[in-house]
């Protein structure tokens, strides 16, 4: 594809509810980040991805924040029993092989209700 | 801990004027620079970008300043124009790990 996409774009959830967040990278896109931005916040760090490989997960809130990339290209960040002060956007960034500079996709907010 | 630190959440310049965006960070490990600009409802885009070893780098109207000393990058744009308009984030990091974001600058551009 052309860029980053991320789906769904906007997603409603009742507080307890378990979603799904996509993220689709570009091709050859090794690394793969995900970040949480909260209003009015820059993003911050949730996790990192070398191909299939997490090798970082420092930045997930708890052990309700789930993310994998099996095959080492789609992403899913899956949170279970969602919280309010879960609602944020929540974006996909991708590097290039031999690149530092991260591409964003356009994100998916979530708001808990 | 904000390790990255934009302390002006917004900025008004009038067209055709000089942009300064300004952000501070605090841990000497970093050693490559970005900023982002984004629009709403949608996510951020790469502007431009500066390693470590250089003090200046320049892209047509954008030019981001690297000061190590002081732990202080901007970016200038000029002359601004009104579709520079949007937030802009900048961000740093040790290579090779994550980014660590400030919490971004409005800027509006007045025709």
């Known amino acids: 594809g052309a860029g980053v996409s991320q789906s769904p774009r906007y997603k409603v959830a009742k507080r307890g509810q378990d979603v799904a967040l996509r993220c689709d990278p570009i091709?050859?896109?090794?690394?793969l980040f995900w970040y949480q931005q909260a209003l009015g916040q820059g993003p911050e760090f949730l996790t990192y991805f070398q191909n299939e490989a997490q090798l970082d997960k420092s930045g997930l809130p708890s052990d309700r924040f789930f993310a994998e990339r099996p095959e080492g290209s789609v992403s899913t960040l899956k949170i279970q029993r969602t919280q309010q002060e879960d609602s944020a956007v929540y974006l996909c960034?991708?590097?290039?092989?031999?690149?530092?500079?991260?591409?964003f996709g356009p994100g998916t907010r979530l708001l808990v209700l | 801990d904000q390790q990255v630190k934009q302390n002006s959440p917004s900025l008004s310049v009038q067209e055709g004027r000089i942009s300064i965006l300004n952000c501070d960070y605090t841990?000497?490990?970093?050693?490559?620079f970005l900023w982002y600009k984004k629009y709403p409802a949608e996510g951020p885009t790469f502007l431009i970008s500066i390693s470590s070893i250089k003090d200046k780098n320049e892209d047509g109207r954008f030019t981001v300043f690297l000061n190590k000393s002081a732990k202080h990058l901007s970016l200038h744009i000029v002359p601004s124009q009104p579709g520079d308009s949007a937030v802009y984030f900048c961000?740093?990091?040790?290579?090779?790990?994550?980014?660590?974001f400030g919490t971004g600058t409005s800027l509006t551009v007045i025709p």
């Open positions: 091709s050859g896109h090794v690394s």
């Open positions: 960034a991708g590097t290039p092989r031999g690149s530092e500079t991260q591409y």
């Open positions: 841990n000497s490990m970093f050693d490559y």
């Open positions: 961000a740093a990091f040790p290579t090779g790990n994550q980014f660590y």
